[in-house]
């Protein structure tokens, strides 16, 4: 009989335990709601990057993203992202890309979509979120939320795995961290910084840092290393020259 008092005691404190954790799903929802919420879903964000012209258009469930740039010849380039597909203009006319091309445009242009609307993209139907705790960066409270992919709908790089810290009184994204595949792999960590409201939506430049210890220390352990000022600065991730128009859902 002590025993199984002694079990079913246990259970409650487990179930009670596993019921007062923050929702992952919840955390995301009001995370994107204070940077912009609706306002994605109907919209056209243009910004520059690193020497090319976005234009993001979110319309009734419909998705195009355009990327203009001169190549190194001198010709106009654009690309063409949307439900339909992907094609490549050359110099407005329409190009014929090999299947490697074809295949890793598409890739390349979603990513910057992806980090530059933040955390909008984080309720993709592919997302799988589970969450890790509240975590302290330079004496502020977050949630840490983790987001991997599923294999159909994941794209790419549904393997990547991305972790989130979620400001625990404002909802704010201010930092996160992932792992890549592509060219050898790796992971970074990345702290918002220059935040600004266009038009209702929250954009952020961010400073984008590595390890010493290369990828041997767990995502996590990122923001920890942050705290300590020990991770290394690589690169600024900084969208520029951005407008949002603002259209009738």
Not at 6 to 14: E, G, K, M, N, P
Not at 86 to 105: H, P, T
Not at 185 to 195: D, E, L, V, Y
């Amino acid at each position: 009989m002590r025993i199984m008092l002694v079990s079913i005691f246990v259970f409650c404190v487990a179930t009670a335990s596993v019921a007062q954790q923050p929702d992952p799903q919840a955390i995301i929802d009001q995370a994107i709601e204070v940077s912009g919420g609706a306002r994605f879903a109907g919209s056209v964000i243009e910004f520059d990057f690193r020497g090319r012209h976005f234009s993001v258009k979110h319309q009734g469930g419909a998705f195009s993203y355009t990327r203009t740039y001169a190549d190194t010849s001198g010709r106009a380039i654009e690309d063409m992202l949307s439900n339909g597909g992907f094609y490549r203009k050359i110099n407005g006319q329409r190009a014929e890309l090999s299947e490697r091309m074809q295949a890793g445009l598409p890739g390349s242009i979603n990513s910057v979509v992806y980090f530059a609307l933040l955390p909008y993209k984080l309720n993709d139907a592919a997302t799988i979120k589970r969450y890790l705790g509240q975590k302290t960066i330079k004496g502020v409270s977050y949630h840490l939320v983790e987001v991997t992919f599923r294999e159909e709908g994941g794209g790419q790089d549904w393997q990547d795995i991305f972790l989130y810290w979620i400001h625990t009184q404002h909802h704010t994204m201010d930092y996160l961290a992932y792992t890549y595949h592509v060219n050898g792999g790796g992971t970074r960590f990345r702290a918002a910084h220059n935040i600004r409201m266009v038009e209702g939506i929250r954009f952020a430049d961010f400073r984008n840092y590595k390890t010493a210890e290369g990828d041997s220390v767990s995502l996590e352990e990122h923001g920890r290393l942050f705290n300590e000022d020990a991770l290394i600065k690589v690169s600024d991730v900084n969208l520029e020259n951005v407008r949002v128009k603002l259209l009738a859902q």
